[in-house]
């Protein structure tokens, strides 16, 4: 005869028997890399010794801009990145995972309507915590302001870490959408991926997080050389914990 499903909803045992066999949840060990960033930054020492007209010195300007493209950069990778390494030259070179390459349980293409999202958000939500992060592209939130404006409320700025928040309640959890400014193009300009922040971690190499190592250049040039380094990578635990969704294809 044709059987449904089999739920395994507790043990029974009988009286005065033994101890139950012990079973215990085998770990899947999953692995990624540390990738060294460098951001050199220089300049004369004509030239850093020269007033402009602007309130700070050139070379000040120059190495606050370098040190937000070096986290952009890092924050690109950590979306983007494909995790990788190559050997054939003097020393390997090794390339962290992002978090794009790494989710396949929860990816959804032509997420289009309100009924759709809520789809996929019960995907979403079918693991980890019941309060989780959007980082969606302009498209995405725009598609979201237009069918759930009665959904959303906007948490206030000053305690977001100067980011524009909004949340959106769903019976499924708590969503909390931001506008990442680097889902953009053809292809990621339509792209939103909702993440459990308790299953991400920042890893750095011991001594290698984020350092502005001074006076970099060589000996007896008449300028000065900084860079900012950084040897990281992401970590990610159970990535059935997050999904990724797209309003066109993925």
Same mark, same amino acid.
């Given at each position: ?15 005065? #028997?033994?101890?139950?066999? !012990? ?19 220089? !300049?004369?020492?004509? #030239? ?27 924050? +690109? ?10 050997? &054939?030259?003097?020393?390997?070179? +090794? ?10 349980? =929860? ?11 809520? &789809?996929?958000?019960? &995907? ?12 969606? &592209? #302009? ?17 206030? %700025? ?22 990442? %400014? ?9 792209? #939103? ?25 060589? %000996? ?7 860079? =900012? ?11 059935? +914990? ?9």
């Amino acid at each position: 005869s044709a059987v449904g499903d089999v739920w395994l909803i507790g043990n029974a045992n009988e009286e005065g #028997a033994g101890l139950r066999d !012990i079973k215990s949840t085998t770990i899947a060990e999953v692995s990624n890399y540390c990738q060294i960033f460098r951001t050199p930054v220089g !300049i004369t020492e004509t #030239a850093r010794n020269t007033q402009g007209w602007v309130k700070e010195n050139d070379f000040d300007y120059q190495r606050r801009k370098k040190g937000i493209e070096h986290y952009v950069d890092i924050e +690109r990778t950590f979306i983007f990145g494909k995790k990788g390494i190559i050997t &054939s030259g003097t020393h390997p070179k +090794r390339f962290t995972s992002g978090i794009l390459g790494r989710i396949a349980t =929860y990816a959804t293409a032509n997420v289009d309507t309100e009924s759709e999202f809520d &789809s996929w958000l019960e &995907s979403l939500f079918a693991h980890g915590n019941t309060e989780k992060y959007l980082f969606a &592209s #302009a498209s995405v939130v725009s598609m979201i302001n237009g069918w759930a404006k009665g959904k959303l409320q906007v948490v206030n %700025p000053t305690k977001a870490y100067g980011l524009r928040i909004v949340t959106y309640d769903s019976p499924h959890g708590t969503l909390h959408i931001i506008k990442h %400014p680097l889902l953009i193009g053809t292809t990621y300009g339509n792209y #939103a991926v909702g993440l459990d922040m308790e299953a991400l971690t920042y890893r750095y190499l011991t001594n290698r997080d984020t350092k502005l190592m001074t006076n970099r250049q060589n %000996p007896g040039e008449d300028s000065q050389v900084d860079e =900012y380094l950084t040897e990281c990578g992401l970590q990610m635990e159970q990535e059935q +914990r997050h999904a990724i969704m797209s309003v066109g294809a993925l």
